[in-house]
């Protein structure tokens, strides 16, 4: 069973910086995608960045060069957060769209790292 686990949230002063971490282990045939979502309160879930197998990388337009994601292996990620505002206070979301040897690729969501911005 796959399962996703993110770690590195916490409490941060406006311009402060955090690296959230994510973690995905279980029977994993081949990763194709990692990337981060948000959900701010009151919010939707929003696409934050994303890699793939390929190496390649996306970012929301609100990112604004603040956000680094990384793929470590085919199993971990980070999103290196710099520049930190009030705006970017939310639960931060790891997904992952890999093939478990089960036919075909599914989705799989971590239970989400909460981030604060806050003075």
């Known amino acids: 069973q796959v399962q996703v686990v993110e770690s590195g949230g916490g409490l941060v002063r406006p311009g402060g910086s955090l690296t959230p971490s994510c973690k995905v282990s279980g029977t994993i045939f081949e990763t194709k995608i990692i990337d981060w979502y948000r959900q701010g309160p009151g919010k939707e879930r929003e696409f934050v960045a994303g890699?793939?197998?390929?190496?390649?990388t996306t970012y929301a337009d609100f990112v604004k060069g603040r956000f680094t994601a990384s793929r470590g292996s085919t199993s971990a990620a980070s999103l290196q957060m710099d520049s930190l505002g009030p705006e970017d206070t939310a639960v931060y979301y790891c997904?992952?769209?890999?093939?478990?040897?089960?036919?075909?690729?599914?989705?799989?969501w971590g239970q989400g790292t909460q981030v604060t911005v806050s003075s």
């Open positions: 890699t793939s197998s390929r190496g390649e």
């Open positions: 997904h992952t769209v890999l093939d478990p040897g089960l036919g075909g690729t599914r989705n799989y």
